[in-house]
């Protein structure tokens, strides 16, 4: 599947690949990171706290823009690298990220700086 992959410096990188792919870009176990919308799918390290992982701010940013505002007014945070694809199909699995979807979500974070 193709998606982006957020970097903690703030850089946005593209990523194409499977679950063991998500896996070596978070840098760890995958857990999926709740949205309101069904467009996107985001995963970050289950253990990205417990390891110390960086703030991931631009992340955060877009986690908060896609529904987990109540999560970051909780005070949750995501740490570490965060990959972004598209939203799951019928069959349960995660797809490609929409080219347009995917330049607005990158015009949202642009909007952070």
């Known amino acids: ?7 903690t410096d ?3 990188q593209p990523f ?10 978070v840098g760890g176990w995958i857990e999926g ?10 995963y970050c390290c289950e253990e990205g706290k417990l390891l110390n992982y960086p703030l991931n701010r631009r992340a955060t940013f877009l ?5 987990g ?5 909780a005070g ?5 690298n965060v990959v972004v694809v598209g939203g799951v199909d019928a069959q349960g699995e995660d797809t490609d ?3 347009e979807l995917e330049a607005r979500l990158r015009w949202v974070m642009e909007q952070m700086a």
């Open 16 to 25: 194409n690949g499977g679950a063991q792919d998500i896996h070596n870009a």
């Open 63 to 67: 986690w908060a823009f896609l529904g």
């Open 33 to 42: 990171v709740p949205t309101m919308t069904n467009q996107v799918s985001m």
């Open 1 to 7: 599947m193709k998606g982006i992959v957020i970097l």
């Open 97 to 99: 990220l929409d080219p």
């Open 76 to 80: 949750d945070q995501l740490v570490g």
């Open 10 to 12: 703030g850089s946005i």
């Open 69 to 73: 505002s109540m999560h970051v007014l």
